[in-house]
């Protein structure tokens, strides 16, 4: 399953890079963005939902969305996926990984240098002058209020059309082009400007390795692709490289 020429390539890989997508949590059960949504929100469009604009029209529709969403996230646990990515993390000297997820399994499953391009679900901060916020109490009928500017609350994330944190993207460039191999691991690799990451590292001739059961707009552009979910292909990989 896992070809020889990657098993070599990784043993002796001293800087790899991942980004991550929705993917690679789908196995713990949390749902894929792209995914219908289920029962109360099967009739939205999460894409007509993540925006400053959805917000702004309807904040308590969007501020429920994100608790149903945090609800679903605090359930679940890492899958083997995650937990082999923290495992290559201490078989690698440098490694980093790069997600566009706003749960934490890759935190939970002991991923350590993880750089969030979207936010993060738990967090909290207030929408007119991104206070962020540690301490609030869900309200009957609104989002709580910023204590600090009156504001409505909502969540730490990147909704579409806004700006992702500071220099992330810059950064992952510079690490993908430094790298001896790159992974993209479920992701659809529609959303930018993450899905310019490994289209970088694909341009500047590091190896790409795509880890998805659905080809995307890259499968035909990297090195290999491994047609499989995360949670399986990973930890077959990790044993094929290192027997762990
Ligand atoms: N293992 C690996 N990949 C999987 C698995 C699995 N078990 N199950 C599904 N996939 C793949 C799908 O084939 C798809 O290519 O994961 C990808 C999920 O795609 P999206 O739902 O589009 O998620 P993502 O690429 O992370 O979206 C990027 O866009 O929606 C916004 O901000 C949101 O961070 C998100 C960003």
């Not at 510079?174 to 690799?189: E, H, L, P, Y």
């Not at 990451?197 to 390795?209: F, K, L, S, T």
Request: net charge negative; aromatic share 8%; charged share 20%.
């Amino acid at each position: 399953m896992i070809p020889d020429s990657l098993i070599n390539l990784l043993r002796d890989a001293k800087r790899v890079a991942v980004l991550t997508g929705a993917g690679v949590s789908a196995e713990s059960g949390v749902p894929t963005f792209r995914d219908a949504q289920t029962g109360l929100w099967a009739k939205y469009d999460p894409q007509d939902l993540a925006t400053p604009q959805a917000f702004m029209a309807n904040p308590e529709l969007v501020w429920n969305w994100y608790a149903w969403r945090r609800d679903l996230a605090e359930q679940v646990s890492p899958n083997p996926g995650h937990y082999a990515l923290a495992k290559m993390e201490q078989l690698v000297p440098e490694f980093a990984t790069f997600t566009q997820n706003v749960d934490d399994l890759h935190d939970q499953a002991g991923s350590q240098n993880i750089t969030r391009f979207h936010g993060n679900l738990f967090g909290v901060k207030c929408f007119d002058n991104h206070h962020m916020i540690d301490n609030w109490r869900e309200l009957p009928g609104t989002p709580p209020t910023c204590p600090e500017c009156g504001s409505w609350l909502r969540p730490d994330v990147v909704w579409f059309g806004e700006a992702l944190p500071e220099n992330v993207i810059d950064h992952a460039v510079q690490v993908v082009r430094a790298a001896d191999v790159v992974f993209s691991i479920g992701t659809s690799s529609l959303v930018m400007p993450a899905a310019a990451v490994p289209v970088e590292a694909i341009n500047a001739g590091i190896p790409v390795i795509e880890i998805n059961p659905n080809a995307t707009p890259i499968s035909e552009h990297v090195a290999l692709t491994l047609r499989g979910k995360s949670g399986e292909v990973l930890p077959a990989l990790v044993e094929a490289v290192w027997g762990q």
